[in-house]
C-alpha cells in the first residue's frame, strides 16, 4: 500500500497533523510506504511510478485536488485500485464514491477488502472524479484554493461573493447528445457526483457509476442573479432557475473564442480557444469503498 500524502491539503492542516495521523493509521494497523508530494501535479507522477513499481492500491491522503492528481497517475499507468483518507477543504469526491470523511472509519473501508468501480470525466486528456467547473465556478475555486482561514463551504461562499462581482459571461456554444446552445455562459457545472464546493449540491441526481455525467448549465444573469442561484446551489434547485438548463449526457462539446476558468475536481485551470470536450469513461477506476448509501 503506497500513500501519497499532500501537506497542503485542508489549507496546510494536514502538513501540521501529519505526524500524529501517522501514529494513529498505525495504532489502527494499517502498513504502508508513504510519499509526501512537493508541489502541484506531483501526486500524478509519484502514482504512475506507484503502478509501474507493482503497487496495487494507491491511497490518496488529502482533498479532492490530491484525488484528482492521484487518479491521473492511476489512469495513465494502467490498473491499481484508489484509495481515499480525505483531508482536504470539501471532501465531495470521498462522500460521492462512498469513503466516510471520520478517519477511522475511512481506514476501516480501506481494509475491509471492499471494492467498487466509477466513472471517470475525461476532459481534453486529463480526467477528473468528481467534478468540474467552467467560468464562474472556476473563479470562485481558484479564489477558494487559496484560502488559509475559512475551509469547507465556507471557504467556498466566501470566494463566491468576490467572484460572483468579477467573474465575465462569455459567449460560448455548447452540444451534448442531444442538446445545443449558443449564447452567454455564467456557469457550466459538469459532474459525476452530486456535490461540489463541500456541499453545493450543483448535480443532485449525478451517480458516479451509472455511466453518464450530469451538468447544470446556467445563462446569462445579473449580479443580483447571481446571488439567488448561489443560495438554490445549496439547496439543490439551481437547474430550477430561470435561464438554467440540466443536462445528462455521455459526451459535450464547448466552443468558445477566449479563454475560461476552470476547475478540475478543485485544480484551478484554464480552458484556451477552441474550447473543451468532455467524455464519460464507464467504470474506468476501481475504487476501496462501499456504494453510497
Known amino acids: 500500500?503506497?500513500?501519497?500524502?499532500?501537506p497542503a491539503a485542508g489549507g496546510g492542516r494536514l502538513g501540521r497533523e501529519w505526524p500524529g495521523v501517522r501514529d494513529r493509521l498505525h495504532a489502527l494497523g494499517l502498513q504502508f510506504e508513504e510519499v509526501t508530494?512537493?508541489?502541484?501535479?506531483?501526486a500524478t507522477d509519484v502514482a504512475t511510478a506507484a503502478v509501474r513499481q507493482g503497487e496495487r492500491l494507491v491511497v490518496a491522503v488529502g482533498g479532492d485536488g490530491t484525488i484528482c492528481e492521484v487518479v491521473q497517475g492511476l489512469h495513465a499507468a494502467g490498473s491499481a485500485t484508489l484509495g481515499i483518507l480525505p483531508f482536504g477543504t470539501g471532501n465531495d469526491a470521498a462522500h460521492a464514491v462512498g469513503v466516510p470523511r471520520q478517519l477511522d472509519a475511512a481506514v476501516a473501508a480501506l481494509r475491509s477488502g471492499s471494492r467498487r468501480r466509477i466513472d471517470l470525466m475525461r476532459i481534453n486528456g486529463s480526467v477528473a472524479v468528481n467534478a468540474a467547473g467552467v467560468g464562474l465556478l472556476g473563479t470562485i475555486n481558484a479564489r477558494a484554493a487559496g484560502m488559509k482561514v475559512a475551509r469547507g463551504i465556507f471557504a467556498y461562499l466566501a470566494a463566491a461573493v468576490v467572484g460572483i462581482l468579477r467573474a465575465p459571461c462569455p459567449e460560448v456554444e455548447i452540444e451534448?447528445?442531444?442538446f445545443t446552445y449558443t449564447g452567454p455562459m455564467t456557469i457550466l457545472a459538469l459532474h459525476n457526483g452530486p456535490t461540489t464546493g463541500g456541499g453545493f449540491r450543483l448535480a443532485p441526481a449525478a451517480i458516479t457509476d451509472d455511466g453518464v455525467l450530469d451538468t447544470c448549465l446556467v445563462g446569462r444573469v445579473s449580479i443580483p442573479g447571481r446571488f439567488v442561484r448561489l443560495a438554490a446551489a445549496l439547496r439543490g434547485r439551481l437547474g430550477q432557475q430561470k435561464r438554467s438548463y440540466e443536462l445528462r449526457f455521455c459526451r459535450l462539446v464547448l466552443r468558445t473564442s477566449q479563454p475560461l476558468d476552470?476547475?478540475?475536481d478543485g485544480?484551478?485551470?484554464?480552458?484556451a480557444p477552441?474550447?473543451?470536450i468532455v467524455e464519460t469513461l464507464p467504470a474506468a477506476l476501481e475504487v476501496a469503498a462501499s456504494r453510497p448509501g
Request: charged fraction near 15%.
Open 267 to 271: 485544480n484551478p485551470t484554464v480552458i
Open 1 to 6: 500500500m503506497r500513500l501519497i500524502v499532500n
Open 176 to 178: 451534448t447528445d442531444d
Open 262 to 264: 476552470c476547475h478540475l
Open 274 to 276: 477552441p474550447g473543451l
Open 37 to 42: 508530494t512537493r508541489a502541484p501535479g506531483h
